[in-house]
């Protein structure tokens, strides 16, 4: 079992920053990977960023260049750095962790963030 607590939410003004942090506790062994989704209000939930164990990084079309994911293995934390943001980028955001083995992923709570325009 892996339980993520996410943090880091709120809300902003367009073209301004946040950092998303996503603090991982449990089974950190079985983890190959985590990423952050997003959903806004009647859409579905999609792909942000993700991180490989190995370092590996992967972006959603609609982040890329503008966010950064990250993690530091000492604090079993990721992290997700937003700059430029965008009125659409306005979603819950949630943390992921992808097993090694098996299909059963953990999820965070969710952390809302809000741009305004």
């Known amino acids: 079992q892996v339980q993520l607590v996410e943090s880091g939410g709120g809300l902003v003004q367009a073209g301004g920053s946040l950092r998303l942090s996503c603090a991982a506790s449990?089974?950190?062994?079985?983890?190959?990977?985590m990423g952050w989704y997003r959903q806004a209000p009647g859409e579905q939930r999609e792909l942000v960023a993700s991180?490989?164990?190995?370092?590996?990084?992967n972006y959603g079309d609609s982040v890329k260049g503008r966010f950064t994911i990250s993690d530091d293995n000492a604090k079993n934390t990721v992290y997700l750095q937003m700059n430029s943001l965008k009125p659409e980028d306005t979603a819950v955001y949630y943390c992921?962790?992808?097993?090694?083995?098996?299909?059963?992923?953990?999820w965070g709570q969710g952390t809302r963030v809000t741009v305004s325009s």
């Open positions: 992921a962790a992808v097993p090694f083995r098996g299909s059963d992923w953990s």
């Open positions: 449990g089974s950190i062994f079985s983890i190959a990977a």
């Open positions: 991180i490989m164990r190995g370092g590996t990084t």
